[in-house]
């Protein structure tokens, strides 16, 4: 079946293998849109997550042919002319990244979480942050990294 | 700059520390920010093929006979194996005993048996599921008892006893040392096998040409595998070539043990082709090599004084099916600790028993944490014993610098006393054990480790180049690589503080076995150390290449040049005097006999290679950890809270703050993690879930602040002062956790994990003495259907076909016709396929776009109204709803987090009618309605009535309505977690009280949840006209504990969870009539 969906911001048509194909898959495999991880395949560790209409989900859950007409945002999408976005630009200031596996997921979990609520309270950016395994950092640095592009989103007129 | 410098000393010394010790952008940042890093499982080849692995189902089998025809004959599949395509080697770090597919024999749940290549990974799973293998199924040992028992089935027939390892020491006096003490504890503890569980799995892309093969690894030590994987493949070392992708998180696990990697290579070869191979998640929990569970009988004797006279330890670990690096544990664990503290005396035996349980490996601590797990309770109980306060006792038998181990371990620098005061000042231990709340406690580990330590051969070094281009750049060419840990960042400081360049001029390699010179990589803690040197000495060499040269061309002695921030000029010179890097390189080249700048260093760790009885200094230094933690204990439930924990490292220089931080951050992280969130249940010798359900890791939300110190210390032989620190932050927070519990309520926990239900039995055995032994059921989830049903990858025989209804009557004829399964959110849908292997139906009915179903709202008299594809998040948002349905807002908040409830609607948590999906629970406190619809047309039932009777076979649900709540009512919601918000509940329960004008209670009722297959409701009449009374609320809820059913699982037993029903219950209707009051 064939689906249609905006992708980082430009028109996208996909030929799904099969109904049930999953978003994941079809990020990476088809689009060979490597930035999105596949982590653990249930929804329960958050590497995997995108925002689709403004809210993160988690892409190995999500079936594609339910994206019809749907506005999905990758890590890919993020920055604009070579300029990083300020989430991005937040993770490298507070060196909040180890292996960096989880990264494109927490980048994607705090972008949907800034532009909902410019200014996080520390327990909202918890909630947030809780919601992606990061196996590396114990979360201190990847928490700072949240604060700091609530910082940097309001500074440069993103939220 | 570190204060312990000696250079400071030094009136030369005047320009300090350029480099080293600031916060320089990581050199790995950028790629990781913007999703181009390239992981293994990332890399795409033309003609590339994707790859599955049959495994074994049983713990030991002979296998009679293997069938591939079929697979073979599938379209798409390209190459089939089994052990006979293998060269039949044996292969594994120290102890060669793993194939890399099985001959004739399995000997764990997950042992390799065949693979396939295939054009894309459905089809080869779809393969391996044709493949058809007659077992003959031998009996197996599980346990440590069951290995040693006489008579016992042994795992490998040349390994009698299933002893795979064994050995001893006896250093000093030790009897007599036990005889002059005036206080001996002993005790001993168990530790459980902890997966690395990295965020990566295990993966790896082969391609084989002109006979010889490129291994594109996810390894930690790419060289070290290069050798292990050409052994394994029967094949000359010069055959194999190893690239280290971008690593996505190591900890040990992926350091060369695997047969992954080696299957990838061997079907590339069968194929002609290149092949993919990556663990799924399950694949990593069934067959990575998990960290080694040891147990561990410590005996300790102290002189009145507290100083420590003798130490004996009795240890027995478990090896699993294969050996991999477990004998180097089995050594760590048993000699290591003994440089912690001044152990005059020390005797010890260790034996490593084979079972027929998953192979066990290196993880981060690599024995340290079994021996701290055991030896640093002891500690505390000698502690109370000789009336000491802990943090006393330990800074009095502390080793310090010039201290040698009774193995030779020669501690060169050490500053453990500083950690162990600074730990404590950090929590403020002291003030607040003064002025102590009740079911609070504080608790303290310690822990050493080596930096490098000989292992693999007379030989622990690095070597490495440094290059100074004619760009005036500097490229450091090593094959050390990162795993994440910051090692690309740290050397490329090393090298910028030692050249005199720019931090951002300093570039470096990625390794290749190729390309780089010889490494060992990361293990060991040595990377920052050990190749830390090997880099200092290349770039002091090509420093030096680069200042004659300038001297050449100054025409001035070398004594009188300098190289700072990418110039050179003559000391003291005016800024004109300095001419760039690359004009001295390039004049230095473009001449007649011209030479490039190439510094070539090598460095090995001036340590020993230890004896058979691991006596010898396994490293040329040592670092060291103290951690002081604070909790806080739920009397009711057993549950810990994790207040406040600090870690102190003294690892020499810090050259990079924040990854350093970061690295102590993330292992005390893990260490938690080991100690009280990551275990399974068992069944037959394998996970019965082997997943992120059962299993889980700690979430941000679970860990408490972390407060990370670094002692001021300075070691002599490293660079720049530099010690290692990866793995030390993790050893010992298990045991500093265990002893804070015994502080704050008296329970002292043995075996891991601290679970709340082992706390709770220990505070209360009144609750557990009517208690009748429930069996666990045989598992009936994810991977055990899957083997049940002959399909172990679980690929479906068909593609499912779309249907996309407009109104609800188009959907109730559809979904008539049969084989349909109801979608809106498709998370089920989507759990079911990748869990089970098998969709609901062959038709997929999307109700997500119908209109009706998507109406939700507050009515004007005050009731709810939410269609039936509404998704949860819609519903938590809703303005009005958490005011008056409290406890429904609350269960979408215990959904976990906005994705679950963005994916999950209101139809598809009622539908399965699951009796522990939280909102369901929370609406059976409230008067909740069901419209059904179905070919017959629609009816109403009270949602409490579908639990009762369930809905008939066609029939869908439509819409909830959910009655506004009466004046003077409060609910409330609670899902009981003790390990963070990824798991499933152990109990969740609702509760809605009414009260009259009086506050007298008019109405109250109580769902239990998650104990029985459908939700327990009870309408709590003895409560009705009475006042609030809590011990009335305790009486009232009491019958829960009767009508609980609950299932055996690894949340708890099932006496657990009906005293959890009852406290749940009793908490949530105290919380509700409170919230009434108002």
Not at chain 1, 100 to 113: D, F
Not at chain 1, 139 to 154: F, G, N, P, S, T
Not at chain 2, 811 to 825: D, K, M
């Amino acid at each position: 079946m064939l689906i249609k969906f905006t992708l980082n911001g430009d028109p996208a048509e996909v030929h799904l293998k099969s109904a049930d194909r999953l978003l994941v898959d079809v990020l990476r495999e088809d689009l060979l849109l490597t930035g999105t991880k596949h982590g653990c395949g249930i929804g329960a560790c958050g590497t995997c997550t995108v925002i689709i209409d403004g809210a993160p989900v988690s892409s190995c859950l999500q079936l594609a042919a339910l994206c019809e007409g749907a506005d999905i945002r990758t890590v890919e999408g993020l920055s604009e002319e070579g300029m990083l976005h300020p989430v991005q630009q937040a993770f490298i200031n507070k060196s909040a990244m180890q292996c960096g596996i989880c990264i494109p997921g927490h980048v994607m979990q705090c972008v949907s979480l800034i532009e909902k609520n410019p200014a996080p309270s520390d327990e909202e950016i918890r909630a947030s942050a809780d919601s992606v395994y990061c196996r590396c950092t114990g979360y201190v640095k990847i928490m700072d990294a949240y604060r700091e592009a609530a910082a940097l989103m309001k500074k440069a007129g993103k939220v | 700059m570190n204060s312990r410098d000696p250079r400071l000393k030094d009136p030369k010394f005047d320009a300090g520390l350029l480099v080293v010790g600031q916060d320089v952008p990581r050199t790995d940042a950028l790629p990781k920010v913007t999703g181009a890093a390239q992981y293994v499982a990332d890399l795409h080849m033309p003609g590339m093929l994707h790859a599955a692995v049959l495994r074994s189902p049983h713990p030991n089998a002979r296998i009679v006979s293997i069938d591939t025809s079929a697979a073979r004959a599938m379209p798409g599949v390209k190459a089939v194996i089994t052990g006979e395509d293998t060269a039949k080697c044996k292969w594994g770090a120290f102890r060669p005993d793993l194939y890399p597919l099985a001959i004739g024999r399995v000997r764990y749940v997950g042992d390799e048996i065949a693979a396939v290549a295939a054009t894309d990974a459905e089809t080869a799973r779809a393969a391996i599921d044709k493949i058809v293998v007659q077992y003959e199924v031998l009996p197996a040992v599980f346990t440590l008892d069951e290995a040693m028992a006489a008579g016992a089935p042994l795992v490998h027939d040349d390994a009698p006893g299933n002893i795979a390892h064994e050995f001893a020491f006896e250093r000093g006096e030790v009897d007599a040392g036990f005889k002059a003490s005036d206080v001996i504890v002993e005790g001993t503890w168990e530790l459980i096998r902890q997966w690395h569980s990295s965020l990566e799995t295990i993966g790896c892309v082969a391609h084989w040409s002109n006979n010889r093969v490129t291994m594109w690894c996810n390894t930690q030590t790419p060289f070290l595998a290069r050798g292990r994987y050409a052994v394994a493949l029967g094949v000359p070392e010069a055959q194999v070539r190893v690239i280290q992708t971008e690593v996505g998180g190591g900890f040990g696990g992926k350091s060369g043990d695997d047969n992954c990697s080696v299957i990838a290579a061997l079907l590339a070869r069968k194929a002609g082709r290149p092949v993919k191979l990556i663990h799924t998640r399950e694949e990593e929990f069934l067959a990575s090599h998990p960290r080694m569970p040891m147990r561990y009988w410590v005996r300790l004797g102290f002189a009145k004084s507290g100083k420590v006279l003798a130490k004996e330890i009795r240890m027995w670990a478990d090896n699993g099916a294969y050996t991999g690096k477990s004998q180097a544990i089995l050594g760590a664990a048993t000699v290591r600790h003994d440089a912690l503290y001044k152990y005059p005396n020390a005797r010890a035996k260790s034996t490593l028993l084979y079972t027929n349980l998953v192979p066990t490996g290196a993880f981060r601590g690599f024995g340290n944490p079994s021996a701290d797990w055991a030896v640093e309770q002891a500690w505390d109980l000698a502690a109370e014993k000789l009336g000491i306060d802990i943090v006393d006792l330990l800074r009095m038998n502390a080793v310090e610098e010039g201290d040698v181990s009774p193995h030779n371990h020669k501690v060169t620098s050490c500053e453990l006393r500083q950690c162990i005061d600074k730990a404590a000042e950090l929590i403020d231990w002291k003030n607040k054990q003064k002025n102590k709340k009740p079911d609070t406690g504080f608790g303290m580990g310690c822990s050493v480790h080596v930096n490098g330590r000989r292992s693999f051969g007379d030989w622990d070094g690095s070597s490495a180049i440094v290059r100074i281009n004619e760009d005036g750049r500097a490229t450091i060419i090593t094959g050390e690589g990162e795993i994440g840990q910051g090692t690309l960042t740290v050397l490329r400081q090393i090298a910028a503080e030692e050249l005199g360049l720019p931090y951002d001029d300093i570039d470096i390699t990625r390794p290749d076995t190729d390309v780089h010179p010889h490494s060992l990589g990361a293990l060991a803690s040595r990377v920052t150390y050990v190749a830390g040197n090997a880099v200092k000495r290349a770039a002091a060499e090509a420093h030096k290449q680069l200042i004659n040269a300038a001297s050449e061309q100054f025409k001035k002695p070398v004594d009188e040049l300098t190289i700072i921030n990418g110039q050179i000029g003559p000391k003291n010179g005016a800024e004109s005097d300095f001419k760039p890097v690359s004009a001295v390189v390039r004049a230095n080249i473009y001449k007649r006999g011209g030479e490039a700048i190439v510094g070539v260093g090598n460095w090995d760790n001036p340590s020993e290679f230890p004896d058979h009885s691991r006596f010898g200094n396994e490293s040329g230094a040592y670092n060291f950890a103290a951690q002081a933690i604070e909790v806080e204990v739920d009397r009711g439930t057993g549950q810990v809270k994790l207040k406040e924990i600090a870690a102190v490292v003294d690892c020499g220089t810090v050259i990079h703050p924040s990854a350093a931080q970061g690295q102590v951050e993330g292992a005390v992280t893990q260490g938690i993690g080991l100690a009280m969130t990551e275990y399974f249940d068992w069944h037959n010798g394998m996970p019965t879930d082997p997943q992120y359900i059962d299993y889980t890791l700690p979430s941000a939300d679970f860990v408490p602040k972390i407060h990370v110190g670094f002692a001021d210390s300075y070691e002599p032989s490293g660079p720049f002062g530099a010690k290692g620190l990866g793995e030390i932050g993790l050893d010992a927070v298990p045991a500093a956790i265990a002893n804070a519990i015994a502080d704050a309520v008296g329970v002292r926990i043995h075996e891991l994990p601290i679970t709340a239900e082992k706390i709770h039995r220990a505070l209360h055995p009144e609750l557990y003495a009517d208690e009748k032994q429930t069996p666990p059921a045989a598992p009936k989830t994810s991977v055990w259907t899957r083997l049940a049903t002959g399909t172990p990858s679980g690929t479906r025989p068909f593609k499912p076909e779309w249907l996309q209804p407009a109104t609800v009557e188009e959907a109730v004829q559809r979904y008539a016709e049969g084989n349909t399964a109801i979608l809106s959110g498709g998370m089920a849908h989507a759990l079911r396929r990748e869990r089970n292997g098998y969709p609901l139906a062959k038709r997929l009915l999307h109700v997500g776009r119908i209109p009706e179903m998507l109406k939700a709202g507050i009515n004007s008299d005050g009731a709810l109204h939410t269609g039936a594809a509404v998704k949860q998040q819609v519903l938590h948002e809703m303005a009005g709803l958490r005011e008056r349905w409290t406890a429904l807002a609350e269960a979408f908040d215990a959904a976990g987090h906005d994705r679950v409830r963005q994916m999950t609607t209101v139809g598809g948590s009622l539908g399965p009618l699951i009796g522990g999906f939280d909102m369901p629970v929370a609406m059976l406190a409230f008067d909740s309605t069901l419209t059904m619809v179905s070919a017959s047309g629609r009816r109403t039932v009270s949602l409490a009535e579908a639990f009762e009777k369930r809905f008939t076979k066609d029939e869908m649900i439509v819409c909830v309505d959910i009655k506004a709540v009466p004046p003077r009512s409060g609910s409330a919601f609670h899902k009981f977690l003790p390990r963070g918000v990824m798991e499933t509940p152990t109990v969740n329960a609702a509760a809605c009280v009414t009260l009259d004008v009086k506050g007298a209670c008019v109405a109250v009722r109580l769902v239990v949840g998650a104990v029985s297959w459908k939700p327990i409701v009870l309408q709590l009449k003895a409560l009705h006209g009475t006042q609030f009374d809590e011990a009335a609320i305790r009486a009232a809820v009491q019958p829960v504990h009767g009508l609980a059913q609950p299932m055996v699982n690894v949340r708890g037993s099932a006496q657990y969870k009906r005293n959890m029903a009852v406290e749940i219950g009793a908490r949530m209707v105290i919380a509700a009539w409170q919230r009434a009051k108002k």
